[in-house]
């Protein structure tokens, strides 16, 4: 594994303005990375607070776009803007994403397409722009924030668990194709973790889950993340108990049964 070193790196995050997003930057920002940090153009001013403390205490530049990831040209924007104000970015960072917690067949379909355009789409795209520019310079890294959820079926958030599986695969063989080239993917795994995430769109205050893996704190996944993606890791589960299970009892347990105790997990306590 090759160490990936970031100081005087460009580094974009989408969803920088809160929860695991805006810990990533502050982790960037310690290893003298240079931000670009975007978000929905109505926490413009939240980004812009939060800009000018990692400046004040990073001594990095920070740069701020916004732009709605959920519409159709929204992540295609978002590309355009950096290729126009920014210098060339380093490393992309995946990491806007939504959910919603219900039945399958009883969530607004509409909202189950805004997850996806944002979970999934809106990461593939970028992905997709980015990636040939870093390509022609022969370096660049993909950081996309998955989840444990890409590993098992989600019952209550289907559509969330399916996009980050999505995520999953695409990154992984992304990797696949091109190697050797100067360019890498990685995925931060993470299991829930107590941001804004957690409290919309239905999300019960307690879930069955939290009494076996418990909630994690948004800076601690960000600071295992970063340290982890410096490392030259692929796919990275921040909490060695949900690796456990999510890594390696999934591996040996049959897919019946995984199925089950996930139906079980998901539910309001
Ligand atoms: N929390 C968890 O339990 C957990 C576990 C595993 C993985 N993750 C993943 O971690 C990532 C970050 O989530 P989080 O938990 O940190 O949640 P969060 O605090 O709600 O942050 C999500 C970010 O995405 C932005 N966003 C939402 N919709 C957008 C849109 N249409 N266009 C552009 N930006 C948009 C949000 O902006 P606003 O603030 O303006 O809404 C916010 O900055 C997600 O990909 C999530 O799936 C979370």
Redesign the pocket.
């Known amino acids: 594994m090759n160490q990936i070193i970031l100081t005087g790196k460009h580094v974009l995050i989408?969803?920088?303005?809160?929860?695991?997003?805006r810990e990533l930057s502050r982790y960037f920002a310690m290893e003298k990375a240079h931000l670009v940090l975007?978000?929905?153009p109505?926490?413009k001013h939240v980004l812009e607070q939060w800009a000018e403390e990692l400046r004040r205490v990073y001594h990095v530049q920070v740069t701020t776009l916004t732009?709605?990831?959920?519409t159709p040209e929204?992540p295609g924007d978002l590309y355009q803007q950096v290729r126009d104000t920014c210098p060339p970015i380093d490393v992309l960072v995946n990491?806007?994403?939504?959910?919603a917690f219900g039945m399958f067949h009883e969530l607004p379909l509409e909202l189950q397409e805004k997850i996806i355009a944002?979970?999934l789409r809106a990461y593939m795209v970028l992905m997709r722009l980015f990636v040939p520019d870093m390509l022609k310079r022969g370096q660049g890294h993909i950081f996309n924030?998955?989840?444990v959820?890409a590993f098992v079926p989600t019952p209550r958030h289907t559509i969330y668990g399916a996009t980050?599986a999505f995520v999953q695969s695409l990154t992984e063989a992304v990797h696949e194709e091109v190697k050797g080239t100067g360019v890498t993917t990685f995925t931060l795994n993470?299991?829930?973790?107590d941001?804004?995430?957690?409290r919309d769109n239905g999300f019960p205050k307690k879930l069955r889950f939290y009494f076996v893996g418990g909630k994690s704190s948004?800076a601690t996944i960000a600071r295992k993340g970063v340290a982890a993606f410096k490392k030259g890791r692929r796919v990275y589960i921040p909490e060695p108990h949900l690796w456990f299970l999510f890594a390696l009892m999934n591996r040996f347990t049959p897919k019946r049964m995984i199925n089950m105790i996930s139906e079980f997990m998901v539910k309001e306590a």
């Open positions: 989408t969803g920088a303005s809160s929860g695991i997003g975007a978000s929905l109505a926490e732009g709605d990831l959920s929204g990491n806007a994403g939504i959910m944002v979970n924030v998955s989840s959820s980050k993470p299991g829930y973790t941001t804004p995430l957690l948004p």
